[in-house]
């Protein structure tokens, strides 16, 4: 099983990497035979160019392939690796890397069904890649659970529900980027911003409630295990603030003067607070450095 | 600033909808109650509040935090904050002064979360009736010009007669669990539909915003009227008064710690028996993740250690403490591991003194303990230090004393937080009610219809928030009222 996990989790990160190319190989076909449709006056100016690659090979097609590939084999690898462990992704970084990667996979091709943007694979698998190859540098040896996290139902839905938070807050991240980086006159060939401010927007509903249970059963954990929900443990702290921002964006889509960019800064801050939480682990102690790399 | 396309589009009644929320900055009331008020309701307020909080937390995961309860002894406080010194240098006491070191309890928190949860309360108050209205008194007449302008909209014209293409209009609806109110115009040539789903929806925002009320409120009942004990060290074949006010006392029958075979812990578990009034009213073995519930008061399991069952007999051979003593203390050299007996009707209090272990200490070999006898109250004067052996007796300052032999000590977190069911509700609802809003996401659409010279005219429109679905449910829906409008000649 262990053996099999393994493979699984090599051959999807493959897979996401190869997905990745067909992308940015689609998109910048698309671009330059948009700027070529463009010169010759074929008046296509300002519209959406998809990532859809409609030179001969329909790449970004078999890009989107790849994704499901790569999101089935982290699928297997996971569930090889609970059989292996007896327990959810939660154990270490190892584990929780690939979930997260996992839940960024799945909540782009959600949304890619739903809204046709692959162009937000450009973001998205970046950053699923990434938390790939962090989980490759960490050593995949399984250690068994010591006393604090041998609640192996509470934390395996913790988990669970915080890596369909972190997942939506990854395609919200990509989406804000596009909004800012299409500026104003959206002549980049890039979805529109009233598209993309909409696909965070419905990215970030799903996540906010995923993130407040996330929270909230942490708490449970920190009542069972160590006698309070809240001790202001920097994990939970950064958590928090993680929550209050998007809980910011969500008031701010409705005031005046923070629709639109400003709203999309905070989603990136937003997900900058994500990261930092995720990656607390590794620079404040608290009762997490239980969950983290050190035996304590 | 920068509104969408989206927004600019809804027609005005529907923008007041929206744009209500960040009134109030405009007007200036001589009143000051009510320009407060409408401070409070401001939506920018509440936003800016929220990401004060968020940067004072920000600022408590980044800076080292005071351990709670220090501060209640301010010679510990100093030591600490002087242990900061090589980190923060000269901003030290600037930080502690600016009270960034407990940031959870300055003045700034505490300040910032009042005026949140004020704003939250007036902002739910204002909104309250409205939704109310929507809910309930939704206006359900809208004029041609809104499905021109509505976001989602659809116009179709038909051979059906208005009243049968009304009914399939509303069957349409029905059939996707709408609720509809139809209202006919004077002359009967035109008639207006409404229909909405999840219409209790929007009440999800006032639940999640007075659930966070309800959180603070459990979290101070909690800190006024619980306690939390997170160093009651109990040696095994001892029993300790848990004080408190609980009138409990505890036992620890037995402690194991196990461990996997790569040395780390497996397992950590206390046999505990608790007596009230020297009765026996409760017995369970606690771990980590398991812990006893005894009425209102909690025990959880959080360290162990080693203990030194020691004696004591006075002159008249009467014994004065026969006891486990937990050694819960470490040496400030860390070499040592430091327990204390306190014998009242002596005078004296006693230090039991081990090596921690995996340290060799050549003076206080293994099966020995070093006592040092102080004289209690008095600052501090030593009478006595004396290695002791495990089963020999020992005379110091007329008491006998004896190490029996060594144990273990369990060390447990115990806690009374009559507030915690407030917080545990208060958790509830606010998932519930944050579920609520977006995952049944109120639904809202209007229908026109009109006799025409070509036939009967039937316009559709609908606004969209949160709501993924929508779309493409509306496109289904009006493409189900086309059909119907074309009528069975059509098809
Ligand atoms: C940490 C504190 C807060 C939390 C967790 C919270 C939560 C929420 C949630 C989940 C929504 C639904 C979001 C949406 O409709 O897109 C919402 C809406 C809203 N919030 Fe808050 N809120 C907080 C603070 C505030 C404050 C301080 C105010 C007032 C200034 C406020 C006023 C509103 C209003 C007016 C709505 C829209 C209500 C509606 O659409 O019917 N909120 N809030």
Sequence with gaps: MFKMSEYSFIAGVLSVALALGCYVIAFVAARVMHQRTALAGAGAGGGTVAVDGRGGVNLGAYGTLLVYLGLTFLTASLIFRTVATGHGPFANMYEFSIAFAWGTLAMYAYFERRYHQRVLGLIALPVALAMLLYAMTIPATIDPLVPALQNNLLLSVHVAVAIVAYGTFSVAFAAAILYLVQGENGRRGLPSRELLDEISYKAVVVGFPFLTLTIVLGAVWAEVAWGTYWSWDPKETASLVTWLIYGSYLHARVVRGWRGERAAWLLLLGFAATLFTYFGNLFFGGLHSYSGLNNQ | MTQTARTQAIPRTDRELIDEFDEGLAVSPADIGERLWHFFISMRTGLVLILALAVLGLIGTLLVQAPSGLQANPQAYATWLESLRPKY???????????????????????????????????????????????????????????????????????????????????????????????????????????????????????????????????????????????????????????????????????????????????????????????????????????????????????????????????????????????????????????????????????????????????????????????????????????????????????????????????????????????????????????????????????????????????????????????????????????????????
Excluded at chain 2, 149 to 163: D, K
Excluded at chain 2, 200 to 212: E, Q, Y
Excluded at chain 2, 422 to 441: D, M, N, R, S
Excluded at chain 2, 447 to 465: E, F, K, P
């Design chain 2, 89 to 491: 240098g000269g901003w030290t006491g600037i930080l502690n002064t600016l009270g960034l070191l407990s940031i959870f309890g300055s003045v700034w928190f505490k300040g910032i979360m009042v005026l949140l949860m004020t704003s939250v309360l007036a902002c739910s108050a204002n909104r309250a009736p409205h939704l109310w209205k929507l809910a309930v008194h939704p206006r359900t007449n809208m004029s041609e010009s809104f499905f021109g302008h509505a976001p989602l909209s659809m116009s179709a014209v038909g051979s059906l007669e208005p009243l049968a293409a009304v009914a399939s209009v509303q069957s349409a609806f029905r059939s996707r669990h709408f609720r509809t109110i139809v209202n006919e115009d004077a002359g009967g040539d035109t008639i207006h539909l409404y229909a909405d789903r999840f219409r209790w929806g929007p009440f999800g925002t006032v639940i999640a915003h007075l659930s966070l009320g309800l959180i603070l409120i459990g979290a101070l009942v909690g800190s006024s009227f619980g306690f939390r004990n997170t160093g009651l060290a109990v040696s095994v074949g001892s029993r300790v008064d848990v004080g408190n006010g609980t009138g409990l006392s505890v036992e620890a029958r037995n402690f194991t710690d196990s461990y996997y075979t790569n040395g780390s812990p497996s397992d950590y578990a206390s046999d505990l028996v608790l007596y009230r009034d020297g009765k026996q009213v409760d017995a369970a073995t606690i771990r980590v993740n398991q812990p006893l519930r005894a009425g209102d008061v909690t025990f959880y399991q959080s360290f162990y250690g080693a203990a030194a069952a020691m004696k004591v007999v006075d002159g008249t051979g009467r014994v004065v403490f026969d006891q486990g003593v937990p050694l819960e203390w470490g040496s400030d050299d860390g070499k040592h591991r430091v327990g204390q007996i306190l014998l009242a009707d002596a005078g004296l209090t006693v230090y039991v003194v081990g090596a921690a272990s995996g340290e060799v200490d050549p003076q206080i070999r293994p099966g020995q303990m070093q006592l040092e006898v102080y004289r209690s109250g008095s600052e501090g004067t030593r009478i006595a230090t004396q290695i002791v052996t495990q089963g020999q007796p020992m005379k110091i300052a007329g008491l006998e004393f004896t190490f029996v032999r060594e144990r273990q000590f369990t060390g447990l977190i115990v806690a009374r937080d009559p507030g915690a069911i407030f917080v545990w509700l208060g958790a509830i609802l606010l998932v519930g009610g944050i579920a609520l809003v977006f995952f049944f996401p109120n639904r809202r659409a209007w229908a026109l219809i009109r006799r025409g010279s070509d036939g009967t005219a039937v316009h559709v429109g609908a606004i969209v928030r949160h709501d993924v679905g929508f779309e493409a449910d509306f496109k289904c829906l009006t493409d189900d009222i086309k059909r119907a409008l074309a009528g069975p000649s059509a098809a």
